[in-house]
């Protein structure tokens, strides 16, 4: 069964940055894809990131795109999420997801929300 463990999540000022890590287990493929979403408060789950660990290919949110940047440590089974110059409006819940694929696909903010999910870790961006 696929778990993840979300960490490195807390409270941040504006223009900030934070790095997340989503640490991987009980995947029965060697390599799968990994997404980032996030939920604020009253929101639906918005997909942030999303990395192909076979070959690095990611795509990104529009909201994010040229502050966050995700990368992934295979030997580690860990995705990272840097994120800088944070928003007001990046505060939210952040998870991992997957639904077991390979490749990320231009659908996987639709795909993955069926798929295995973490517990999130919660980033507060504030001053």
């Known amino acids: 069964q696929v778990q993840f463990v979300e960490s490195g999540g807390g409270l941040v000022q504006p223009g900030g940055s934070l790095r997340l890590s989503c640490a991987a287990s009980?995947?029965?493929?060697?390599?799968?894809?990994i997404g980032w979403f996030r939920q604020a408060p009253g929101k639906g789950r918005e997909g942030v990131s999303c990395?192909?660990?076979?070959?690095?290919?990611?795509y990104y949110g529009n909201s994010v795109r040229g502050r966050f940047t995700i990368s992934r440590d295979n030997a580690k089974k860990t995705v990272y999420l840097q994120m800088s110059n944070l928003f007001l409006e990046d505060t939210a819940v952040y998870y991992c997801?997957?639904?077991?694929?390979?490749?990320?696909?231009?659908?996987?903010?639709?795909?993955?929300?069926?798929?295995?999910w973490g517990q999130g870790t919660q980033v507060t961006v504030s001053s």
């Open positions: 990395i192909s660990t076979i070959d690095g290919s990611t």
């Open positions: 997801a997957t639904d077991d694929t390979v490749q990320c696909g231009s659908s996987w903010t639709i795909l993955f929300r069926s798929g295995s």
């Open positions: 009980g995947f029965t493929k060697d390599y799968v894809a």
